[in-house]
């Protein structure tokens, strides 16, 4: 992803053959999973699932931004994915390394393009030179609008939330702020999501029905799709089922 993520204009739509949708979500959540199974099914080592997991999240990128998505968060490595064996742990940041110098690369094309790509997580503990270029990804790109990418390494909702709820401490304490302001918005603010909609929609391929601590507290209205594929075999047409079903849904809110 990075060369072609952008919102495409009406007739590459139509040579494009993508579909017109009556209600799109503004921001899809998308949880990578089964990049093991699928290895484990071909007798392969597991890195190379998600090796295939990566080209996955290049094409789904692209393609989710072509359909008119604004915003896409994929959850690429989470806290609790430091349990794993360091051979794997090191395969992800390598492939994530990858990623990163590639989008290094197309920096000048992604300005053009309006892509913003931000990195919600703990940068503790990431490779030092992994979180460099993540900074200076960020910090070059932060001022774009057309499209969000967010990718989530060392990510965990109750980490964040636990952060957030520190940072409130210590306001209160050093009298910055008094306790009867604290709303959700207040802790809304204090998310690696800060200024971006609740993901409308979270697609989880892999037959897992569970959250696993993605955007724990974004996503308390968020449409929630499953889906049985493994998530190097996800394609775009299972990405379309997946816009299609959030389209029949009937949002209330809390409403009637
Ligand atoms: C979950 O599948 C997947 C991960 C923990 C890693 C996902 C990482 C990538 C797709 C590569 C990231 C690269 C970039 C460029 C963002 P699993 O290993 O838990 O699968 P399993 O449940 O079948 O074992």
Not at 213 to 227: D, G, I, M
Request: hydrophobic content about 40%; charged content about 30%.
């Amino acid at each position: 992803m990075g060369s072609n993520l952008l919102p495409i204009n009406a007739l590459e739509r139509n040579m494009k053959n993508i579909p017109e949708f009556s209600v799109l979500p503004k921001h899809v959540g998308i949880i990578m999973d089964g990049n093991g199974r699928w290895a484990k099914q071909r007798n392969l080592p597991r890195y190379k699932g998600h090796i295939e997991g990566a080209k996955t999240f290049r094409k789904i990128g692209e393609f989710a931004a072509d359909v008119g998505v604004k915003c896409l968060t994929f959850y690429a490595f989470s806290t609790e994915n430091w349990k794993r064996p360091q051979e794997e742990i090191d395969a992800i940041m390598a492939l994530f390394r990858d990623y990163l110098i590639e989008a290094e690369e197309r920096s000048a094309e992604n300005e053009e393009k309006g892509i913003q790509l931000r990195f919600l997580g703990d940068r503790k503990g990431i490779p030092e030179d992994i979180v460099a270029m993540m900074n200076h990804i960020e910090s070059m790109s932060s001022d774009k609008s057309k499209v969000v990418l967010n990718i989530a390494v060392n990510y965990g909702g109750r980490h964040e939330i636990a952060n957030a709820v520190r940072k409130i401490a210590e306001k209160v304490r050093n009298g910055e702020m008094d306790i009867c302001d604290i709303d959700e918005d207040t802790i809304s603010d204090l998310l690696y999501t800060k200024g971006l909609p609740d993901p409308d929609l979270i697609i989880r391929p892999s037959g897992e029905c569970r959250l696993s601590n993605f955007l724990t507290y974004q996503s308390a209205y968020s449409e929630l799709w499953f889906s049985d594929v493994l998530w190097p075999d996800f394609t775009e047409d299972d990405f379309l089922e997946a816009l299609r079903e959030f389209e029949k849904r009937n949002r209330r809110f809390g409403g009637v």
